[in-house]
């Protein structure tokens, strides 16, 4: 079945009675509805039907009215008929294709933080971009499950057909991505390019001058946007990031495991190695281990995105923070409509530096 209409917004869903009972407690019933509700509180069925579903579009005072009687009174929604009045399943979806499993947790464990307590669910779809039918795939996801919308990481967040293929179906839509690449209502933006500068930056300041880079894949815009900063920190501190010094990972343990011992067997080799995630940091670690290389003494090692795997390595890993559970969950509330109601941190998103045992000047000639 296609959605042929629009998921409906928060002031849309305010036109649907979130019950269809009659009668209530003026009928002698002893279940309350909405009309009891409303008229208890004395407002419309309507302005009871956006405290329900928590629309940003209530005064406070009235929220908290309404709120106070369905209290008293134990009222529940028919999730039945909630969900027959709105046309939608009461559910979100995240759709993901990433190497990295701890990110996909982090994300998960936001976006769940972002829809407790609203009465919706979240319901997850892995995908490989690659594939064929990775377009059908994610239109049957969307179509099936009915969903009332979805949540982009990257690198699905990248890919325009998806934005595209979401807008002619009616689902709305979250990206989340280093740039971006669609109208603020649709974007959460990372910013990786300003974590990265941060990066070089330490690493001019502690005085190295023949580096290594490992990138992530060249699928991901954040590999070109982490690589990029990272040269404009050089350039302004006088250095220049030597080609020869730069490899290519996969954003795994054993792709950063390979190309930390490339970059080690170059001659000379780097002082420093800034490896484009945490996870290939970590393989950088274990080459260099099995040189008989000490971090930071002989070698600094930093990453990129601080997941647990950075403190759970020895030395635990100077890298820079990406609040991705924070991330997950403005996400999740823009999405249901709930991020009105509170001002956010317009630097919540922004990533920044953690200091940590893996590095240090480099050592003395």
């Known amino acids: 079945m296609t959605l042929s209409k629009p998921p409906l917004t928060a002031a849309d869903n305010a036109e649907f009675d979130t019950d269809r009972e009659g009668g209530g407690l003026e009928g002698g019933r002893k279940r309350a509805t909405i009309n009891d509700i409303a008229r208890l509180a004395g407002v419309s069925k309507k302005t009871v039907s ?30 039945q008929a909630r969900g027959l009045a709105f046309r939608r399943s009461f559910l979100i979806g995240m759709i993901y294709d990433n190497p990295n499993p701890q990110y996909v947790v982090n994300m998960q464990l936001g976006l769940l933080d972002g829809i407790r307590g609203s009465g919706f669910e979240l319901v997850v779809h892995p995908c490989d971009r690659s594939s064929p039918t990775f377009l059908l795939d994610v239109r049957t996801f969307v179509e099936r499950q009915k969903l009332f919308g979805v949540v982009l990481p990257p690198s699905v967040s990248e890919d325009e057909r998806v934005a595209k293929l979401l807008r002619e179906i009616g689902c709305e839509y979250i990206r989340i991505a280093s740039v971006e690449l669609d109208a603020p209502e649709h974007m959460i933006v990372g910013h990786d390019r300003l974590g990265s500068e941060a990066m070089g930056q330490h690493l001019v300041e502690l005085g190295h001058k023949k580096i290594g880079f490992i990138t992530g894949l060249p699928s991901f815009r954040s590999s070109h946007e982490r690589r990029g900063g990272f040269e404009d920190a050089l350039t302004k501190g006088g250095l220049k990031l030597d080609p020869d010094y730069v490899v290519q990972g996969a954003y795994t343990f054993e792709s950063g495991l ?74 999740a509330e823009k999405l249901i409509g709930a991020a009105a109601r509170e001002k956010r941190d317009p630097n919540s998103t922004i990533p920044y530096l953690v200091v940590r045992e893996s590095s240090g000047p480099p050592p003395s000639v």
Not at 53 to 76: C, H, K, L
Not at 262 to 269: D, E, H, N, Q, S
């Open 258 to 331: 390979a190309c930390g011992e490339a970059l080690l067997a170059k001659t000379p080799r780097p002082t420093a190695i800034f490896a484009g995630n945490d996870e290939m940091a970590a393989g950088v670690l274990q080459a260099a281990r099995r040189a008989g290389l000490q971090v930071p003494a002989d070698l600094t090692v930093v990453g990129f995105d601080d997941f647990q795997i950075a403190q759970a390595v020895w030395p635990p890993l100077t890298t820079i923070h990406i609040p991705t559970r924070e991330v997950g969950r403005i996400a």
């Open 50 to 79: 956006r405290v329900i579903n928590q629309s940003p579009f209530v005064r406070d005072e009235t929220r908290e009215r309404i709120e106070a009687v369905i209290a008293e009174w134990g009222y529940a929604p028919d999730p």
